[in-house]
């Protein structure tokens, strides 16, 4: 299964859910899809979805799927890859009045440099990265969290 999730602000992502909802109408894209459309206006025709799911759901539906296509944000991303799944990243673009600016893109650029993730510049390329996504063997998150941490204490030791 493929899990959407388009976030839970006020921004519309209007443009991936009808590239994918498209992409199915063609047979490009045969997997189950379930998507969580936010505030999006567009409704899917060819997939079930829901405006929003509540915490505990969403992390089942992360559990249950084997691609999170998502837009550009670091929790999503991040939390998907520690669970073990491929991650398909789309940035929501200011040009399309998805998001103020475009610091989606640098987020999602950075994370296709570290190989963590499949990112997907065009929608109309929504097809060709699920295919893509499904050959990337599974990608491991090393958290530097600790380092961090030992860092701080190191340096509060020596004070």
Not at 7 to 26: C, P, T, V
Request: aromatic share 10%; glycine share 4%; hydrophobic share 40%.
């Amino acid at each position: 299964m493929i899990f959407i999730t388009v976030g839970s602000r006020s921004f519309q992502f209007n443009r991936l859910l009808y590239a994918i909802d498209n992409a199915r109408e063609k047979g490009e894209i045969i997997d189950t899809v379930f998507a969580q459309i936010g505030s999006s206006e567009y409704k899917p025709k060819n997939f079930e979805y829901v405006d929003f799911l509540n915490h505990d759901d969403f992390i089942k539906k992360i559990n249950q799927c084997e691609i999170v296509i998502t837009h550009g944000v670091t929790g999503v991303i991040v939390n998907s890859i520690k669970m073990g799944k491929k991650v398909i990243a789309v940035p929501r673009l200011a040009k399309y009045h998805e998001v103020v600016d475009d610091h989606q893109l640098q987020l999602v650029r950075e994370f296709e440099k570290m190989g963590m993730i499949t990112a997907c510049y065009d929608e109309k390329d929504i097809a060709q990265c699920v295919n893509e996504a499904k050959l990337i063997e599974e990608v491991s998150y090393a958290s530097n969290t600790d380092s961090i941490l030992d860092s701080i204490r190191e340096f509060i030791h020596r004070m």
